[in-house]
């Protein structure tokens, strides 16, 4: 690749599942021979991949389209938001293109428009991988776009459409492929990790000469053959996640899920029109905890839904006190522009919706703190993240990574990032551990 091949600037703001389609962007400009550049003033255009979800990502993605045409005046815009085409025409006019999520065809053709590609494949050699954004020793593996679900507050499924779930061969073979080139943790995400499945009738396909099915436990069962961290994100609490329980037990998938609940209350989950079935739940964690014992649970909750009362908001708070999940994420609820939930009687006024938001937080950081001091003294493998003078930052299997919490090791400086360690827990706060290293770890 020369300095004299088109350059291109990225943009990537959003969830996973939009970096994932960030990656897939980059690999492609990369085998069109592209070179990718850090700064505006070095690029002749630039891609930004946008966000839509929330009130709050919307604006960042505008600001984020505004200074890119500010510093460098080709900008093209994918993603999220390029659904709602009309508010960034409206803001910025000036824009090349604009394309929704997973469109990676539109957003290499309105690069061909403005950079014709000089190709010339004897000098890109692309890592059969393609390109990552995330640190070497972790990547995302995407199972499927889209969602069946109708949830009354989100717009996903109008964005993004339809379950379609990747075939399962082939996402073992990427799995297979990233682990080969180096990578030590993969991070299942998809809508409704749950699902996967669901439109292909669970299909079976061959890997590695064994038949698998199309469906959550088969596709663990396989990517447990790998021998990498797996971690499963967005699981809803249907039944069959049971099945999981064996494999987490067996080492083969990290004692770790990340389930939505939401809410605690059947009403508002049915105003929420949200999938899997609430009423067991704290059986089925129970369950769950004699099978796993180290499971770690993280969820988000929405607090101050429409119509949400003080007797449905103490439940939710009960059952935070009852479930003692590990991780939580909670918000209070915002109206996203295009969804149902906006048009729902008695909207819970703002100043008690922050109010419950900031109880629902202090219940749960007691419950957090608590549950990280309980590790204090024990042994845990950690996988460092970063090494730099101020220490070593690394993470357990209760801990995945921009979202939760980090083990910070005292005297790890013979680490490298991508390292498994063996480190003695020392002290902990509401979020992140203090730790040494282990004699012979
Ligand atoms: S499950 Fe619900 S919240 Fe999640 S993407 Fe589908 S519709 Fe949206």
């Not at 889209?146 to 779930?165: A, E, K, Y």
Request: aromatic residues 6%; neutral net charge.
């Amino acid at each position: 690749m020369s300095r004299s091949d088109p350059a291109i600037g990225f943009v990537s703001l959003g969830c996973p599942k939009a970096l994932v389609d960030s990656e897939r962007i980059l690999t492609q400009l990369r085998v069109e021979g592209y070179r990718i550049v850090p700064s505006y003033a070095q690029a002749d255009a630039v891609v930004v991949n946008t966000c839509g979800f929330i009130d709050s990502a919307v604006q960042e993605s505008l600001d984020a389209i505004g200074e890119a045409l500010h510093e460098n005046g080709k900008v093209i815009v994918t993603g999220c938001l390029g659904k709602r085409s009309e508010l960034i025409r409206e803001a910025y006019p000036g824009v090349l293109a604009i394309s929704g999520p997973q469109d990676y065809a539109s957003v290499m053709q309105a690069v061909h428009r403005a950079l014709p590609p000089r190709r010339n494949p004897l000098l890109d050699i692309i890592p059969d991988t393609g390109i990552k954004l995330t640190p070497k020793h972790y990547a995302y593996l995407k199972i499927s776009e889209g969602c069946n679900h109708r949830c009354s507050f989100c717009i996903i499924p109008s964005m993004r459409g339809d379950l379609v779930s990747r075939p399962v061969d082939e996402v073992l073979i990427e799995a297979e492929k990233l682990v080969r080139s180096g990578v030590r943790e993969l991070l299942v995400i998809s809508q409704d990790t749950s699902a996967y499945g669901v439109d292909v009738k669970y299909a079976a396909r061959e890997w590695r000469g064994r038949s698998y099915r199309t469906r959550m436990t088969e596709l663990c069962d396989g990517l447990g053959e790998l021998g990498a961290w797996v971690r499963l994100h967005y699981v809803y609490p249907y039944p069959h996640v049971d099945e999981l329980m064996p494999l987490m037990a067996a080492g083969r998938l990290l004692p770790y899920l990340d389930i939505p609940f939401q809410h605690a209350s059947t009403r508002i989950l049915k105003l929420m029109k949200r999938p899997g079935n609430i009423d067991k739940t704290l059986e089925r964690i129970t369950r769950w905890r004699k099978v796993v014992p180290e499971l770690t649970i993280r969820s988000t909750f929405i607090v101050g839904f429409p119509g949400e009362t003080d007797a449905e908001f103490e439940l939710l708070l009960d059952f935070l006190r009852a479930a003692q999940l590990d991780r939580v994420g909670a918000f209070a609820y915002s109206p996203v522009d295009g969804a149902r939930a906006n048009e729902l009687p008695a909207p819970v006024p703002e100043e008690l919706k922050e109010d419950r938001l900031e109880q629902f937080m202090a219940v749960q950081a007691g419950i957090s703190a608590a549950k990280l001091r309980c590790r204090i003294g024990r042994r845990l493998r950690v996988l460092v993240d970063h090494v730099d003078a101020d220490g070593v930052v690394a993470r357990s299997t209760a801990d995945a990574p921009e979202i939760d919490g980090v083990v910070r090791i005292r005297d790890g400086q013979h680490l490298r990032p991508g390292d498994f360690a063996e480190v003695i827990v020392e002290g902990a706060d509401a979020h992140d551990l203090a730790a040494r290293c282990a004699a012979g770890g």
